[in-house]
């Protein structure tokens, strides 16, 4: 199983088509969005490219890819133009591959307590993963109870200056940049 995760795509335009580019090169069986898709939010700054409605015709380009979970700065109308559920606060994604539970959030409800995130963790099992978002900082490591701790970092606003995305294949997550 191959997945590209992304989260905090915040409107912005160009790096959502970007992201688009590397879905196509990356070939995933699933795209999982975590939240927080087509608007920037009060506390952040308006993305330079700033286009909402360009998002929503890229990612409605590949709804039947697409599993999401609903971010902060999601409001019901974000699901009356979106081809896919996005108003889940999380879901679980299973890799019969290896047997891996992924929990999947945005992170304002659930989240690690790494880097100024929620720290909530659902009951999760040894081995499985929490992968999250909102923070807009990359996270790839083990934490405690051998739970998986995996955010993507942000497509549209990151925190560091690199808009990335993340891979899981394998039973392995991977941050890939943007450019």
Not at 31 to 36: K, Q
Not at 129 to 157: C, M, R
């Amino acid at each position: 199983m191959k997945l590209v995760i992304a989260s905090d795509i915040h409107g912005a335009a160009q790096w959502c088509e970007k992201l688009m580019q590397a879905i196509d090169e990356e070939k995933p069986d699933r795209v999982i969005l975590l939240g927080d898709l087509l608007y920037h939010g009060p506390r952040n700054d308006l993305p330079e490219d700033y286009a909402p409605k360009r998002v929503i015709e890229l990612l409605n380009g590949i709804a039947e890819q697409v599993f999401a979970v609903r971010g902060n700065c999601e409001a019901e109308v974000d699901q009356m133009v979106l081809d896919f559920a996005c108003m889940a606060t999380n879901n679980t994604l299973l890799d019969v591959d290896t047997g891996r539970s992924l929990f999947l959030t945005h992170g304002h409800v659930y989240g690690s307590g790494l880097h100024g995130s929620v720290d909530k963790r659902p009951a999760l099992a040894a081995g499985s993963a929490l992968v999250y978002g909102h923070t807009h900082v990359k996270v790839n490591e083990q934490g405690p109870d051998g739970i998986w701790f995996f955010n993507p970092g942000s497509v549209g606003i990151p925190k560091d200056g690199s808009h990335s995305y993340g891979i899981y294949e394998d039973g392995r997550f991977e941050h890939r940049l943007l450019s």
